[in-house]
C-alpha cells in the first residue's frame, strides 16, 4: 500500500513536471494603487492574479458612502469615489472570487491606506 501510494506521488510530480503548468491559489497575490486622494475620496487600482478556476470576482468597499459593490471576470479593476473611515484615512476593501456554480472559492479583505 505504502508503494503504490508512493508511486501515485511520483506520477503526478513527473506529470506536472512534464507538462509545466502550475495550479495558482485564487487571490494569491493582491496588490492596491491609490490615485487622486483629495481628503475626501480616491481612485483605487486593485489586482491580483489570474486563476483559470475562477469564473468571476465581486469586489466592493465596505467603508465607502455609499457601499460600492462591482462584479469583472479580469483580474484588475478600478474603483473610484472610495471614501475612508470616518476621521480617518483607511478605507476597507474586499474581492470574492467564485467558481462557475457561483460559490465562494477565497475571499480577501483589504484596509488601504488612501494617503499612500
Known sequence: MKSLTLLALLVLTVGIISTNQAFAEP?????????NYDGDSATVEITW????????????????????????????MTIDNVTPFPNGSSAL????????????????????NLNQ
Not at 486563476?51 to 483580474?75: A, L, M, Q, R, W
Not at 476593501?93 to 488601504?112: G, P, R
Open 27 to 35: 487571490l494569491d497575490s493582491v496588490s492596491t494603487s491609490v490615485s
Open 49 to 76: 492574479n489570474n486563476d483559470d478556476s475562477v469564473k468571476n470576482y465581486k469586489v466592493g468597499c465596505v467603508s465607502c458612502t455609499p457601499n460600492i459593490v462591482e462584479f469583472t471576470t479580469g483580474n484588475s
Open 93 to 112: 476593501l474586499y474581492v470574492i472570487s467564485y467558481d462557475s456554480e457561483n460559490n465562494i472559492i477565497t475571499a480577501k479583505q483589504l484596509i488601504v
